[in-house]
Nanobody
Framework: QVQLVESGGGLVQAGGSLRLSCTAS????????MGWYRQAPGKLRELVAS???????NYTDSVKGRFTISRANAKNTVYLQMNSLKPEDTAVYYC?????????????WGQGTQVTVSS
């Protein structure tokens, strides 16, 4: 169906920036939206930002004004630009894609990339 490969995580000091990338392969025309989720130790996975095939974006309140999601390359690569990072942004970040293929909905996940923000 759709495979996702992420890159760009790492260690950064508070106030710094990182950019995550997620490249989709496979039946990419079936994708309706892509997004980034994160999961910190002991916490549930949460949506950070998403972008639809039409370009509509959505952000969780805690990252508004600091993170920007964007799309490039005929919709098969999504970026998450993260500025003014805070220690509470530390988590494993997962790329997500969902859509419909042959009438059936699907969801695909990347392997996750660690983001660590030191204080």
């Amino acid at each position: 169906q759709v495979q996702l490969v992420e890159s760009g995580g790492g260690l950064v000091q508070a106030g710094g920036s990182l950019r995550l990338s997620c490249t989709a392969s496979g039946i990419i025309f079936s994708i309706n939206a892509m997004g980034w989720y994160r999961q910190a130790p002991g916490k549930l996975r949460e949506l950070v930002a998403s972008i639809t095939s039409g370009g509509t974006t959505n952000y969780t309140d805690s990252v508004k004004g600091r993170f920007t999601i964007s799309r490039a390359n005929a919709k098969n690569t999504v970026y998450l630009q993260m500025n003014s990072l805070k220690p509470e942004d530390t988590a494993v970040y997962y790329c997500n894609a969902h859509g419909v293929l042959a009438g059936y909905p699907f969801t695909s996940w990347g392997q996750g990339t660690q983001v660590t923000v030191s204080s």
